[in-house]
């Protein structure tokens, strides 16, 4: 069965007139161009008279006669090796964090991912420097005191610890950059009228560590999730609340979905705010694209 | 581009309810049913997602033990909080990071009761004349680091103490027999020698 999209392509082409002389040209890039700056006379190639310039037995660069040279007296630093493809994660720490909850800067009745931190306009960061979100740093462990639903982008054993440790849940989620575009600033997303993307599934380097369940990882194990909370209270010496009648618990288990980035806005619906609604697509390609990884 | 969706215009209302929703239980709002391909329920389609629940198996205090596995229940460790020693300017001399833990050796249900006079006699020094047993930490600046620090001594002291020398092997046995025999034989060689030149410095009987 032919898709609608595989159909409308057909239906174009069998519209379309016959291939003939008189209905195509040639792609810009084959029009000959006539060769500029070539030799007349191409005796001595450009090599000028004798010497070690015509017989091509010239020193390599950098070449000092046999002395060591000035590249090899300082050893070799890659400070800059692979620097546009390193991921950066621009810290918050845990007392900024309680700064904000404390002064109602963020709603602690809501899980708070990237989106409210950077809504408080106290946090920003930038793609176009390989900013790839929100890295919770340990500082401010000890005065750490709320319950929250917590979720960032990169985070630490302590950092966990301290949070679980006040009752709350902590994921780490990782962003592809249209989606931290889409992330950072919703209000102007929303108004370009562009369909909500899917996030895309981690690089391989960073696959492991979202998948453990140690680090609380997006795509970890629930089961392995609870048998590290309890391991990790055992370790830093807090006992665990049982939450079993709280009624923050639901909010507290509240999950994105791996392709999902806004809570209650799934990929692929565009939000419409001038007319206050959402128009959501009905074709089964496109369900199809929104609702698997690849 | 976008015949293909459709414009729900009645939508509007239902975001006036949703609003309505959110001041009464944003939880609910919040939650959408949406599931991808690789949800956590398609790729764990075993495991139960609610990780927040008590597993009943790990906390077992009515068992009686006969080995220490590792769990210290902490609400019936004393846990407190104090000044730390040593440099670091005005963070050290105002913050409480040093963590001290003291619990009742003898009455500890957690401890196998064989451990408790082995543990007694490694760490005499850490009891008092209560009988409280103390641990203490001030190795960083930050009191739960310090606090997992007095956890781990803890723990490490009475893994220490529950440590058995281990039993001899079949093998261990056959050898110690046949070294004890070797020197039982030459103790014999020796005696009957001696026996032989004592005998030899008498005169012979005829």
Known sequence: MASKVTEQALNLIKAMPRVALNNIKPLPYTAFKKKVNRQGNRKKKGRGDKGQGARGTWDPLGYEGGQHPLIDTSPRERYYAQYAVRRQYPPVSLLELQRLIDLNRVDVSRPIDITSICNTGLYSFHISKNHFGVNLTDEGCDQFAAKINLEVQWTSELVIAAIEKNGGTITTRYYDPPCLAALYDPLTFFKKGQPIPKCKVPPQDTLAYYSDPNFRGYLADPEKVLEAREKLAQKYGYKLPDLKDDPVKEMLLMRKDPLQIFYGLEPGWVVNLTEKCILKPKDEDYLRYYHTAY | ?206
């Open chain 2, 1 to 206: 581009m976008f015949r293909t969706y459709s414009v729900l215009r009645n939508l509007s209302r239902q975001c006036n309810r949703r609003l309505l929703m959110q001041r009464e239980n944003p939880a609910s709002s919040v939650a959408c049913g949406y599931k991808s391909h690789v949800s956590i329920d398609q790729l764990y389609p075993s495991s139960n997602p609610d990780f927040l629940r008590k597993k009943t198996e790990f906390q077992n205090e009515e068992q009686t033990l006969e080995k220490f596995e590792g769990f210290i229940p902490v609400d019936q460790l004393e846990i407190s909080a104090s000044r730390s020693s040593g440099p670091g300017g005005q963070h050290v001399n105002k913050v409480n990071s040093k963590v001290e833990m003291r619990f009742h050796l003898q009455t500890a249900s957690w401890i196998p009761d064989w451990i408790k006079p082995r543990l007694l006699q490694q760490e005499h020094g850490r009891v008092t004349k209560d009988g409280f047993f103390v641990v203490r930490s001030d190795m960083t600046r930050k009191q739960m680091l310090n606090q997992a620090d007095c956890l781990n001594k803890l723990r490490n002291m009475i893994y220490k103490a529950s440590e058995l020398p281990p039993e001899p092997t079949d093998e261990e046995i056959q050898l110690k027999q046949k070294r004890m025999a070797k020197a039982k034989a030459g103790v014999l060689r020796e005696k009957r020698n001696r026996s032989l030149i004592k005998q030899n410095r008498t005169s012979p009987e005829f």
